[in-house]
């Protein structure tokens, strides 16, 4: 889309998915990425994150900035950078920190190893849950899966994952499972194993 419309505004949310696979912003068509950082980044809430390409900086005009962004200064709200104009006011550094430290982690791990383990994950779930007729078609008919699954599943269902020490949560009619590079291929054979007791 956007070699075909170049001026196009591409905003995505990588709430679902910063920390989980590997993203190269900058070769992407993304302009604007914002993510929250309690989700798969693992850095806790109230802290979060914001990219941009130059394009979307020359096409915004901010009408309106914080005071502590321009440093307490009022005449210098004009000579700050971009990004500074999005600081809100009143910052928590400790969010900041746990936001820092998170991302030290992801990067000691490294990105390339956690998109090949998740993807690793992602593959064996698919299989196991198709096995037992878990899965709609919309996810088996996808090429790349992420590792978030809701699977087809009643209360009694979810009680029984629940008292299990299964961490899952409802989702509409089914019940969402999710797996990290803290989870291993052994994970998800004891969650099948826990599913076919109740089968």
């Given at each position: ?27 992407s ?10 989700k ?14 130059d ?22 709200k004009?000579?700050?950078?971009f ?9 928590d ?18 990105m ?7 993807e ?19 996810v088996l ?27 899952c ?18 994970d ?12």
């Amino acid at each position: 889309m956007k070699e075909e419309f170049p001026q196009l505004l591409i905003i995505a949310d990588g709430t679902q998915f910063c920390g989980a696979f590997e993203i190269d912003f900058e070769n992407s068509g993304i302009d604007m990425l914002g993510a929250s950082g309690y989700k798969w980044l693992l850095a806790g809430t109230g802290n979060g994150f914001m990219l941009f390409k130059d394009l979307a900086k020359r096409r915004f005009r901010l009408k309106a900035i914080g005071f502590n962004s321009a440093n307490a200064v009022i005449t210098g709200k004009n000579t700050i950078p971009f990004n500074k104009r999005f600081e809100p006011g009143h910052l928590d550094s400790l969010n900041f920190g746990s936001l820092k430290r998170a991302l030290e982690i992801l990067n000691d791990i490294g990105m390339k190893e956690i998109t090949a383990h998740n993807e690793k994950l992602s593959k064996k779930a698919i299989k196991g849950f198709n096995e037992l007729g878990l899965l709609n078609n919309d996810v088996l008919n996808r090429h790349l899966h992420s590792t978030i699954f809701n699977i087809k599943g009643n209360d009694l269902l979810f009680n029984h994952l629940m008292e299990a020490n299964v961490v899952c949560s409802r989702r509409g009619k089914g019940i969402r499972l999710s797996f990290h590079y803290y989870n291993t291929s052994e994970d998800i054979d004891s969650i099948l194993k826990i599913i076919r007791k109740k089968m």
